[in-house]
């Protein structure tokens, strides 16, 4: 079992740099992959990138919620959204994303598409690798 980035995901990278096998990547182009991802066979479930997230995007995999119900405000960053997003990361660098919109609150949100999200971007994407 791997951890998916989910699609609240406002690439903030401090994920990447507390993760102790270096399996989380941006996705590029950001236009087809905006969020951040993560190699599920390089994994190791340790959970050490869940408290990292300020988004709470992170879930064990068969914790992925199929019915996530918003606080309200938090951003869904999915490709096909058109809003607009401006914030900075983990290090204060810019982060400029167009595939957003803002959720409501007591919005029902299926989360559990983002995993097959992450395993596109491994298996067909720019993730991909031949071993």
């Known amino acids: 079992m791997t951890h998916i980035i989910t699609s609240l995901c406002l ?4 994920c990447v740099e507390v993760c102790p096998v270096e399996c989380i990547t941006p ?23 869940v408290p990292e997230c ?5 879930f064990p995999e068969d914790e992925v919620p199929a019915a996530y119900a918003a606080r309200g405000g938090e951003f869904l960053n999915r490709v096909g959204q058109d809003g ?9 660098d810019p ?3 167009e595939t957003v919109r803002v959720l409501t609150q007591g ?5 559990t598409t983002d995993i ?11 993730g991909y690798s031949a071993k």
């Open 107 to 111: 919005e029902v949100v299926d989360l």
């Open 95 to 97: 982060v400029v994303l």
């Open 84 to 92: 607009h997003y401006e914030g900075t990361d983990h290090h204060g």
């Open 54 to 58: 300020p988004y709470a995007a992170i």
């Open 11 to 14: 690439r903030d990278s401090g």
């Open 27 to 49: 996705g590029k182009p950001q236009e087809q992959w905006p969020m951040f991802y993560i190699d599920p066979d390089t994994c190791i479930d340790c959970g050490a990138c």
């Open 116 to 126: 097959q999200a992450n395993t596109d971007y491994y298996t067909k994407g720019p």
